[in-house]
């Protein structure tokens, strides 16, 4: 019975607190009577308030009783109100047009403008104003919206507007979201977010892509959007070398709250330069930045979009400013479909005298729970600071009505039966699908032609597939895959199957397992794909790639043991068959080539490369990720772009005389690498290092020998461990190796500086490779070209020791 009084006790008093918060909601607009949009309303000296939506509309959630409200928004005057509230109330605010004087200030025509002064001093203080806070908490709330705002009827003889659910002009929501979370940091650079809820139109079970580190953009730093709209990213207006890229104007200055706020605009000296435009706001003695409504251009160097605009507007919080409103509104145009949109965060509630318990920040920058997208529209309706606009209200309601009938399984069948109809182009071409979304299966079969291979060894062949997936909750997934392969002219038929078990999403955890027989390449990193050897042997009378037949079994096993620190162990056991070629059909013969052996040690002769044999081997290895960042979704974890270098130690073991095998070997391997290290205005650099040694090499056959990636083709796909001239297959090892790649993207560093040139966004890059083992000593390769999106062209050279071995181009595409 007590309890029973306890939980009603607690209930009344519930209900009594809640009873004590009532909204005020209004309209901010400007003298004219159009709407402000992004306006701030605070409760004077508190860090409690919100914004206004895109149409002006705001709500706060406030105590009873009399509170001064402040409203403001950048480029406007701001207005307090003492406003008693007792219930729900309603109050429009009017906001004037700032005027900033420069009567206070005499220019001579022939004198430096004053802007300059005020954003050297600015400059001065830009590290300490980088670290004054050592630490900070908010609450935040982030709305992303993005529309399609035009488009063309069809791509590629799909119906845009039935595929995009749009109206009949080919307009609407693409992407709806809210979030709100509690936000911390620590100097210099750690952070830690956890979402509290989450809504995304249109799928109930989904989580928001929203995070709000996303959204800060300090300008105390002098490298600003770096690897996110353009590789380079730009120069912040008061970075060390500011004066180098822009040229300011004195606007003038006003008063607020007895501050002096200075209004600069900030200009590019050239053109194409990576920087901003637009208004900055800086505060006189302490020459904090107050305010900002900058925007970039694609003269900037922005990819995919036309314009970012991004507006950035303070709260006083002690002696320093921090942000209260974040918005960027963008839009865009590519191949036909022309967008627009905007994400707007709200950061509440500072607390910058924190204390974090011990162990806090772990690297995870955001954790996400099953609870989150579970808020019912009440919840959101009494805690959403920022009013959703008619079109967004009616793009909930709509999507979520057709998202809760797209999970029954009446629609889901009559969907199956439709995209699951059997068509030859289809199996032809891309592959047939027959899923089966209710229950979460599906079978795929693999493309009919991408199937059909050729090779000196097996001539003609087919390789083919059958992929079964069932997926599970979270992530976690089983598939199951058959395969055949069939040489019309060696007359062999290999067959495998392969399963995999992705149990633990939160521990990247798996375990896979196969076994039966297959024809493989050699070098077990692969030469080439096997259409590029295909049409090389028909067309060009070169066959690249040489293959063996292993017949195997092989179970293995992945797991994160501690964040950023994966493990593997791999245990394979096999019998392997040397092979020859069989035919040398082509459909061009041309006179100065030949096919040569599947022996590439002797090109001219068909001899064996090695005595069948059989071999039991035990792989482990460890990845460890410095500094490594990551996600945490309730449907598994997700690492971040690492900041420092990856280390991977692995050790492979063949194991003498168990189950008759014939090999005896250790081989130890240490590597090193990281991706995209800034260099600020001048790009970004990659590197791979790698070394490794058999301790012990009594019995390696050639498929056992440490390999490389090697190139003898003229396409290739972009790989920053892969040589551009090394032979496939000669200088594979059984003794000690090191090998070094490093690369440098200029991210259009000096491409932007020629006229019309820039227009074609190119990235200049150049690189080296290096490789010593006991049969190729100093083998060096350099190169230097250029690269977009996708596609890549380079000129190389190598040089075997002191002498040039061999140079040209490299065309490469994909990622």
Known sequence: MNKIYLTLFLLIVTLSVSAQQVKLTGTVKESSGESVPFASVYIKNTTIGTSANVDGLYSLSLDKGTHTIVYRAIGYKAVEKDITINEHTS????????????????????????????????????????????????????????????????FFGR????????????????????????????????????????????????????????????????????????????VSPISDNALLYYRYKFLGVAVENGATINKIQIIPRREHDPVFRGIIYIKDDSWHMVNADVYLTKNSGINLLDTLNISQQFLKVEDTYMPSNINFQFNGNVLGFKFEGYYVG????????????????????????????????????????????????????????????????????????????????????SGYTVNNRYDKKSLSFDPVLKAIIYNTVEGFAVKYGVTYTKNMEDRKYFSFRPEARYGFSNKTFTANLSANYYYDPVKRANISISGGSGIYDLNNLGTMALLGNSINSLLFETNFSKFYKKEFVNIGATRELANGLQASLVADYSRNTNLQNTTSFKIRDLKDKEFTSNNPFSPDTETPLFDNYKSLSLSASLTYTIGQKYITRPDGK??????????????????????????????????????????????????????????????????????????????????????????????????????????????????????LVRKLKLEEVIGISYLTQPLKENYTEFYFGVQRLIFRAVYGFAYDGKDQAVHGFKLSYGF
């Open 346 to 429: 709200v950061y509440s509630n500072y607390n910058i005298h924190p204390e974090f318990p011990k162990g806090y920040f772990n690297g995870e920058i955001l954790k996400i729970t099953k609870a989150v997208n579970k808020k019912d529209s009440l919840f959101w309706l009494n805690n959403r600071p920022i009013p959703l606009t008619g079109e967004e209200s009616r793009d909930y309601v709509r999507k979520d009505s057709i998202a809760a009938l797209k999970t029954s399984k009446k629609y889901l069948d009559s969907l199956e039966r439709v995209n699951n109809k059997f068509g030859i182009g289809k199996l032809l071409l």
């Open 91 to 154: 109050q429009d605010i009017t906001l004037a047009p700032e005027t900033y004087s420069l009567a206070a200030v005499t220019i001579d025509g022939n004198a430096e403008d004053p802007a300059y002064e005020i954003i050297r001093q600015a400059i001065k203080q830009r590290k300490a104003h980088l670290t004054e806070v050592d630490a900070y908490t908010a609450n935040v709330y982030i709305k992303g919206v993005q529309k399609l705002v035009g488009a063309p009827k069809k």
């Open 638 to 755: 997700f690492y971040q772009d690492a900041k420092y270098p990856t280390i991977t130690v692995s050790y492979r073991k063949g194991i003498n005389n168990l189950l008759n095998s014939e090999v005896d070997y250790d081989l130890a391997t240490i590597g090193l690498q990281q991706n995209r290290i800034s260099a600020g205005m001048w790009g970004y650099a990659s590197f791979v290092l790698s070394a490794g040694k058999f301790l012990n090499n009594n019995k390696v056959y050639y498929p056992e020998f440490k390999h490389f990636r090697g190139n003898n083709a003229r396409f290739i796909k972009p790989d920053l461990r892969r040589f551009l001239f090394l032979d496939f297959y000669e200088f594979s090892t059984k003794e000690q190796y090191a090998e070094a790649h490093l690369e440098h993207n200029f991210s259009g560093l000096f491409s932007n500086k020629i006229p």
């Open 159 to 234: 119906d845009i507007q039935k595929t995009l659910d749009l109206d009949t002009n080919r307009k609407g929501i693409l992407y709806l979201s809210e979030s709100t979370s509690t936000f911390a940091f620590k100097q210099p650079d750690l952070v830690h977010e956890e979402m509290v809820s989450s809504k995304t139109a249109g799928r109930n079970n989904a989580f928001s892509f929203n995070k709000a580190s996303d959204l800060i953009i300090n300008f105390y730093q002098n490298i600003l959007l770096e690897n996110t709209l353009s590789p380079r990213g730009f």
